[in-house]
């Protein structure tokens, strides 16, 4: 019996520098089945659209444009907007992981990554902000 994909429910914010890694990260997204609610470039840029689009999950980068790094755009809308942040990155030195692991982050995946890969990162994510804010209803 062959197993139905499940519908995926979701919105997603991808916040991604390189444009032509936005891009891929942007169709592997949607081929899941999730909404993208936008792609931002900076940390800035991905505060704002985390403001206007209300995302269940944002997936950050670390090395973003501008003069906010992902790591303070994480930290930034965990607090203000309790959304939950994977690290989508390159880097994985351990300087950079403990500043990541202070935004209490819902997941790290270091790039090259497949679609497996974010998609259990994403449904984790989901999962995981559900059941905390059941705790605190």
Do not use: C, Q, W
Request: no cysteine.
């Amino acid at each position: 019996m062959a197993e139905e994909r499940k519908k995926a429910e979701g919105r997603i914010l991808i916040v991604e520098d390189e444009h032509i890694v936005a891009m891929g990260i942007k169709k592997m997204v949607k081929s899941l089945g999730y909404t993208v609610t936008g792609v931002a470039s900076s940390g800035e840029d991905a505060i704002s659209k985390a403001e206007s689009t209300f995302p269940d999950v944002v997936l950050m980068d670390i090395m973003l444009k501008g003069n906010m790094d992902g790591v303070e755009a994480a930290g930034e809308i965990r607090e203000r907007f309790d959304v939950p942040v994977v690290y989508l990155t390159a880097y994985s030195d351990n300087k950079i992981l403990e500043r990541a692991k202070k935004t209490e982050p819902f997941g790290y995946i270091v790039k090259p990554f497949d679609e497996k890969d974010l998609h259990s990162s994403i449904e984790i994510a989901l999962h995981r902000h559900r059941k905390e804010k059941e705790k605190t209803e």
